[in-house]
């Protein structure tokens, strides 16, 4: 409802048009009633040829209203003022007007005539042909005093000479006292114009809307009303004469069999001439009812058949779907050929018969009705497949791979495929135990695989078909990654007569979980649940040794073997044997005595360490009271026991003898009375098993059997250039008495080149002659060992490798050990700006010196690559003439010239910072630790021998 309120001009245009409408017609109306009874109306229309052919005749319409009404008589309350004043004029005996029909009569006429021809033009003047809807006060003030004075007359001459009983000056006054609404006056200003038109402005679908156009003029049997519909298209004349249209006429339009289209404005036009026209109001036509609904396409395919399916439905009150079209790719699709089968909306499926690749495309189901169509899409076509990307998975975990499939219609066959070479792909066996709860989905397959190993690292893909045709997805590899546990810090403790064995276990967070521990005994698996008690623990909860009740038969070389899915590896030595005791020195003391120093190594500890004295042969050893004033001094503190004999005559004519007792037995030493050149002759007599092979973790021996076993298989046509290298390589005299590899490796043992800590000279030595199978000899033993070699671990992500080449020759190289290794790395650290721990060590490479690799994150690479001369002065301090970043080589300039290196325990350059010291002590543990870490890769395929000719080559 409109709230709108009106001005006071609408509202006195409003009830001026309410007195046009409403009360001028009912004095003419009272009057035709005088003169002219409604049963003898049709009598004398027919008796009046003007109203029945000329211009002045009625039209069908007026007609119509004359004739029909309650008992077959006209109504006269349903004339308005343009019939009633045909009427009046034409078949009433009523005088004619002063001024005749048709023309405005003069203020001093005022017979009924006059009246009657006054209402004629006071309407049309202020109603029917208004050009405002508006009227200003003044001027309604004057049109409502001449419309009761109109009024007054008429009254006069209906009711006081004739007897009729309407009040028309009553309903004028009500009229003016009235206050109109908004709705009121947009009705009667409709109405006001020469010819309006009415009808309903919603319609249902497939029904018939009916206008009427009422034409405000009393000549309007003189003109000809025609229809107009617009729309979107524009504004287009009606033709009635159409079958749309049947029944129509100038006052009344019929359309017929609503559709959508049929939704649009309607208006009529009143032609007075060609170019006079009046336009009526618009009514605009809203058809009720909505298009068809349509849900989804589905598709099926079974027998060789693709089936397309539809289901539509028709909303109420709406119309009923007339038709069903098919298109593919956007062109129509002729469902009489034998291909197709159904289609129609008498169905609801459309049959692709034998469908094949060229049946791929874009089909769509149309379906129709009065108020328009409706469509749904689908694509039929060859499916699509992807998996994801490369992935990286960890040794013996559980995984899952997902694949995503897209096929229209859905796929008669999906296959999971694995391939080594990334080239020839095989199925694979869902069903087997590695992949037990895979699926072949035909939207989401998944392949699970079960304990992760090396197998399972290749190439796989999806095959999907279906009826239209079939597709590989894309290809993936599957990393698999991790490494074998690594053992460190060996321990013994012994406990009220047991003693447990320990190792630190250890595994990287992308490894798996250790599964299982063994311990062996001079190779000798133990088996600790079968040994009564004798063994205990062994295990992954606990993978420590304790050995009951230990004794001499429990000695003997302990190892423990730690085992994950990739791998097992192996601890170093624990030897559990006799005590076994060194003479380390013996000074003399302050006094003119003797202090002599001894080292006991022992696994278990010793339970008692005693000293005696024997005075002469025949006599027993005693133990000596180390309170005595002339041992004062003596100790029998483990591992280094002291004697101290102040007196020179005991020390002279006695012997001296150091016991020492462990759980598996005793080891003791015996110190002679003869002083030769101011030494003490040592004799061991009953020295314990573990001695300098235990002191060297077994290394002195396997480096000599490694030494035999090359020399064995040195080729014997290649001494002659085994001897030039050994000359021009190494600044030692020629042994013109060598003539085997054996004699010339004991030779170089001699001059301190080949140690059981470094294999690099004997590495350089083997690829110089082009022994690449015997180099693999000294590579296992440095690695079993951790001994010096060279070698080079690929860069982690984001890293990269950098080589920095020492001026030092291979006889000092053994010399650079760990903290010469630290150096180089805090000076590099310090001139690019990051931590120690930024740089990472990954191994040595062979050249006339030998290159220290080193990897650097990327954005500390490129600070190398802009070194001020400054800073490569410090490299330089470090004997670092250049170093290489990929095929980039930076020189360092100021590098001054080496002074020649002695075979020396130690061995200085003169104002350089570093120091290459001796040392027995073995490969760092942080290199050992990352090249385990490498070997155990999968990209360790090529043998290492290769690996490092091939930087000797480019080097």
């Not at 003490?680 to 290394?699: C, L, N, P, Q, R």
């Not at 001796?918 to 543990?925: L, M, R």
Request: proline letters at 4%; one cysteine or more.
């Amino acid at each position: 409802m409109n709230n709108q309120t009106l001005s006071e001009k609408q509202h006195n245009f409003a009830r001026i048009a309410i007195v046009c409408l409403d009360i001028l017609k009912l004095p003419l109306q009272d009057t035709l009633n005088i003169f002219i009874k409604p049963k003898d109306l049709d009598t004398h229309i027919n008796s009046c040829t003007s109203l029945c052919t000329g211009n002045t005749r009625l039209n069908p319409e007026q007609k119509k209203k004359c004739r029909n009404g309650p008992n077959g008589e006209p109504d006269y309350k349903q004339f308005d003022v343009t019939l009633c004043y045909k009427l009046i004029r034409n078949v009433c005996s009523l005088p004619e007007p002063q001024n005749k029909w048709g023309n405005k009569p003069n203020p001093t006429h005022q017979d009924i005539s006059d009246d009657i021809e006054r209402i004629r033009e006071f309407r049309n003047r202020h109603f029917a042909h208004a050009e405002c809807a508006e009227i200003s006060d003044n001027e309604f003030n004057d049109l409502w005093k001449e419309a009761e004075s109109i009024i007054k007359r008429c009254q006069i001459y209906t009711s006081a000479n004739n007897g009729c009983r309407q009040n028309y000056k009553q309903m004028l006054k009500e009229i003016y006292r009235t206050k109109l609404t908004f709705e009121e006056y947009t009705s009667v200003k409709e109405r006001s114009s020469a010819i309006y038109i009415m009808g309903e402005e919603e319609v249902c679908y497939e029904k018939t809307a009916h206008f009427e156009a009422v034409v405000n003029l009393e000549e309007d049997y003189l003109l000809q009303v025609r229809w107009k519909k617009i729309d979107s298209h524009g504004c287009k004349k009606i033709d009635i004469d159409s079958t749309k249209y049947k029944g129509s006429n100038n006052r009344e339009l019929f359309v017929h069999d609503l559709c959508k289209k049929d939704e649009a404005r309607y208006r009529a036009v009143l032609s007075r001439s060609q170019n006079n026209k009046i336009y009526s109001n618009e009514v605009y036509l809203r058809v009720l009812g909505e298009k068809p609904f349509l849900e989804d396409l589905k598709v099926t395919s079974e027998n060789n058949e693709v089936k397309i399916h539809y289901q539509f439905s028709v909303p109420v009150k709406s119309p009923n779907v007339t038709d069903i079209q098919w298109e593919k790719n956007g062109s129509s699709l002729d469902l009489k050929n034998s291909k197709y089968l159904g289609g129609s909306y008498k169905e609801n499926f459309l049959i692709i018969k034998c469908p094949e690749e060229k049946d791929s495309g874009s089909y769509t189901c149309r379906v129709i009705n009065a108020a328009g169509s409706v469509t749904k899409k689908t694509v039929l076509g060859i499916p699509s497949a992807i998996i994801e990307a490369n992935k990286e998975i960890v040794f013996g975990s559980n995984n899952t791979l997902k694949g995503t499939i897209t096929s229209c219609p859905s796929p008669v066959k999906v296959e999971w495929l694995y391939s080594v070479d990334g080239l020839t792909f095989l199925p694979i066996d869902i069903n087997s135990t590695k992949h037990h709860g895979s699926s072949v989905d035909a939207t989401s397959p998944k392949l699970l695989i079960s304990d992760a190993d090396l197998s399972h690292q290749q190439y796989y893909r999806i095959s999907v078909k279906n009826l239209i045709g079939e597709c590989t997805s894309n290809k993936m590899f599957l990393h698999v990654i991790g490494n074998r546990p690594f053992i460190t810090s060996g321990r013994s403790c012994l406990i009220d007569g047991s003693i447990n064995l320990s190792f630190n276990i250890n595994v990287s967070e992308e490894s798996p979980p250790v599964e299982s521990v063994k311990w062996t005994k001079d190779g000798r698996e133990l088996k600790i649940e079968k040994s009564g008690g004798k063994y205990s623990g062994g295990n992954v909860d606990d993978p420590s040794l304790t050995i009951d009740s230990v004794n001499e038969y429990d000695a003997g070389i302990y190892r423990l073997k730690a085992i994950n899915p990739v791998g097992d590896a192996e601890s170093d030595e624990i030897i559990l044997g006799t005590p076994d005791i060194k003479f380390i020195s013996n000074d003399k003391t302050d006094d003119g005595g003797v202090c002599i120093r001894m080292k006991v190594i022992s696994i278990p500890v010793p339970r008692c360490i005693k000293w005696s004295i024997k005075k002469n042969n025949s006599e027993p050893f005693q133990q000596i009271n180390v309170n005595s004033p002339e041992y004062k001094g003596t100790s029998h503190d483990f591992p280094c026991p002291v004697l101290v004999v102040k007196d020179k005559a005991i020390l002279e004519k006695c012997s001296f003898k150091i016991e020492v007792q462990n759980a598996l037995g005793i080891g003791e030493i015996t110190i002679t009375d003869k002083m030769k050149s101011g030494q003490i002759h040592i004799e061991k007599m009953e020295s314990g098993d573990v001695g300098t092979f235990y002191d060297g973790h077994g290394a002195r021996f396997s480096f000599a059997k490694m030494i035999a076993k090359i020399a064995d298989k040195f080729p014997p046509d290649k001494i002659g250039m085994l001897k030039t290298l050994i000359h021009s390589s190494f600044r030692i005299e020629e042994d013109k008495k060598a003539a085997s590899a054996g004699e010339y490796f004991c030779f170089l043992q001699k001059e301190n080149i080949l140690t059981p800590t470094d294999v690099i000279p004997m590495q350089y030595i083997l690829i110089g002659t082009e022994c690449v199978e015997l180099e693999r000899i000294c590579i296992e033993y440095a690695k079993k060992h951790r001994a010096v070699y060279f070698f080079e671990i690929p860069a982690d992500n984001g890293y990269q490798n950098v080589h920095f080449h020492f001026v030092i020759d291979l006889q000092s190289l053994p010399h650079f050990r760990k903290e010469d290794e630290r150096r180089v790395r805090e000076t590099v650290a310090n001139i690019v700006g990051c931590k120690i721990d930024d740089v990472g060590v990954k191994g040595y490479l062979s050249s006339s010196s030998f290159f220290l690799v080193l990897s650097f994150k990327m954005i500390y690479v490129n600070k190398l690559l802009a070194l001020k001369q400054q800073e490569k002065d410090e490299l330089s301090k470090l004997r670092i003439d250049f170093f290489k970043v990929g095929s980039e080589t930076v020189y360092v300039e100021s590098l001054k010239d080496p002074t020649k290196l002695k075979n020396k325990h130690k061995t200085k350059y003169p104002d350089q910072q570093l120091s290459l010291e001796k040392s027995d002590e073995p490969f760092s543990n942080e290199i050992s630790e990352e090249y385990g870490k490498f070997t155990s890769s999968k990209m360790m395929n090529t043998p290492l021998t290769n690996f490092f000719s091939k930087f000797v080559q480019l080097y």
